[in-house]
């Protein structure tokens, strides 16, 4: 997509199968028709490449390649290759969060796999995942990794980190969650990372997900950011929404909905 000067193209990892515990239901109910014949929802592990014309700019790093039933990545650097980009092109690596799903692909066999990024994500992050009694297990050797290499700038405040490229914080879902805010000119996108896991969430307003550290925060969050959709009509779009398609949200007989 072209949002006035910036290139975007989102890019898909791979997959996650959701059950409906994920959402702390034990079935779809209305929304049974998204479902596959074992009960599941398939959404993607989107990462989105940003072409400002001064910087190269990834958004969240994808799984990597690990594989189960349930799971598997690993398809982000043929799709930056599809797109023209090698890993070294990539100037910054901005991460939404500290997920496993989100990092994946930063290091690789205990090296950076974009040798030239500073990757920034949220400073309370390290906080939940890295400089705790209970380290991630995934997150905090890859942060290791990266503060070894010196190319980790944590952020702290909301603003501009690249040329039309801003981040906003958006906790509840990770303590240090951030959302992306692009814009150009008079037009403006929001990558909202995992503030939302699925459109329906839009019309179930107190589905939350089952990964969200402060479900109470999260649910304000959400309802704040539909707020604000709701009322600019900027365009959106989530990690995990199907076909990783931006929308916009809109109001029909008495709810809100993604199109």
């Known amino acids: 997509m072209r949002l006035g000067s910036l290139d975007i193209t989102p890019i898909s990892d791979g997959f996650f199968k959701l059950p409906p515990a994920y959402f702390s239901q034990e079935d779809w ?7 596959a014949a074992d009960g599941t929802i398939e959404i993607p592990i989107g990462c989105f490449l940003i072409r400002t014309g001064e910087s190269t700019v990834l958004v969240d790093a994808g799984l990597g390649p690990i594989k189960t039933e349930q799971f598997g990545g690993g398809a982000l650097l043929d799709g930056l290759r599809d797109a023209g980009c090698a890993p070294e092109d990539v100037d910054l690596v901005l991460l939404t969060h500290l997920h496993l799903d989100h990092i994946g692909w930063t290091v690789q066999n205990g090296t950076a796999v974009f040798p030239n990024a500073t990757v920034r994500f949220g400073s309370q992050d390290l906080g939940q995942f890295v400089y705790t009694d209970k380290p991630d297990p995934f997150s905090a050797p890859v942060v290791e990794v990266l503060e070894a ?3 980790i700038e944590v952020i702290d405040d909301d603003g501009e980190v690249a040329p039309g490229i801003s981040t906003l914080h958006a906790p509840g879902h990770t303590l240090g969650h ?3 805010v692009l814009s150009s000119g008079d037009e403006r996108a929001l990558l909202l990372g995992d503030t939302v896991t699925c459109p329906i969430q839009l019309e179930e307003t107190d589905w939350g997900a089952m990964s969200d550290v402060d479900p109470q925060l999260a649910k304000r969050t959400r309802q704040a950011m539909f707020d604000e959709l709701e009322g600019s009509g900027d365009l959106a779009i989530a ?3 199907p076909g990783l398609e931006f929308g916009r949200v809109l109001r029909g007989e ?3 909905y993604f199109a």
Request: glycine content about 16%; overall charge positive.
């Open 29 to 35: 109910g209305r929304h049974a028709d998204l479902a």
């Open 149 to 151: 290499a010196g190319c």
């Open 178 to 180: 951030r959302c992306v």
């Open 239 to 241: 990690a995990h929404f």
């Open 254 to 256: 008495g709810k809100r």
